[in-house]
């Protein structure tokens, strides 16, 4: 079975929609963050980063939003897709340290 | 795919019985970590290398060991395996220290009877 939670936050976006799933991290003092897409019984896979003096990247139909006043990452997906469907969780890291702080996650469901 | 193996994928155990987990990477990355991943937890830090012989300590480094004699392997050693050491276990590497990016590896689902 799924390795990454039994009880995640679990988003339904309709194929084709746009999803937004969201994180707030722990420490003010992180300066870099990673979303990660884990699909069941993979690894988990980088999808984009953003470091903390930017707050908008964009990818191929993926965008991150960084709101460091209030300690939240957003990750938008456009057109959603049925590949799409997935665990999504954030890590944040702080200069000078090898430690990363990951996320529980949230479980990303495409319905066709 | 950054190029990471683990092995084995899957193993069943007994408690008390040793267990060694190989990580093994085709990259030439300098820092490899291992993580585990367990319901209602994010990733976990159990130990990570910073070099050939050069290993530290993570947030849940009791009950396990690890060895790095080669750049490209990284084991992980759990000296006498309990039930609570049942998780799937990740390892991961990154090139330039903490502050970049992890590329993780396929996961190695341990049980513990």
């Known amino acids: 079975g799924e390795s990454v939670g039994l009880h995640l936050p679990t988003l339904s976006v309709q194929e084709g929609d746009n999803s937004i799933i969201n994180c707030a991290y722990s420490?003010?003092?992180?300066?870099?963050f990673i979303w990660y897409k884990q699909e069941s019984g993979k690894g988990p896979q980088f999808i984009i980063d953003?470091?903390?003096?930017?707050d908008k990247r964009q990818g191929q139909r993926v965008t991150v939003l960084l709101n460091k006043t209030v300690k939240h990452l957003s990750l938008q997906i456009a057109a959603t897709q049925p590949g799409d469907s997935a665990v999504y969780f954030c890590a944040e890291n702080s200069a000078g340290t090898y430690k990363y702080i990951f996320g529980t996650g949230t479980r990303l469901k495409v319905l066709a | 795919d950054a190029g990471i193996t683990q092995s084995p994928r899957h193993k069943v155990t007994e408690t008390g019985t040793p267990v060694t987990l190989r990580c093994h990477q085709t990259?030439?990355?300098?820092?490899m970590y291992w993580y585990r991943q367990d319901p209602g937890h994010g990733l976990r830090l159990i130990h990570y290398?910073?070099?050939?012989?050069?290993?530290d300590k993570g947030e849940v480094s009791d009950g396990y060991s690890v060895s790095r004699s080669k750049t490209e392997d990284f084991l992980l050693t759990l000296e006498s395996a309990t039930s609570s050491q049942t998780s799937v276990y990740f390892c991961?590497?990154?090139?330039?220290?903490?502050?970049?990016?992890?590329?993780f590896g396929p996961g190695t689902r341990l049980t513990v009877l």
């Open positions: 953003i470091r903390s003096n930017m």
């Open positions: 991961a590497i990154s090139d330039v220290d903490g502050t970049d990016t992890q590329y």
């Open positions: 420490n003010s003092a992180s300066d870099y």
């Open positions: 990259e030439n990355h300098r820092y």
């Open positions: 290398s910073y070099g050939v012989k050069d290993t």
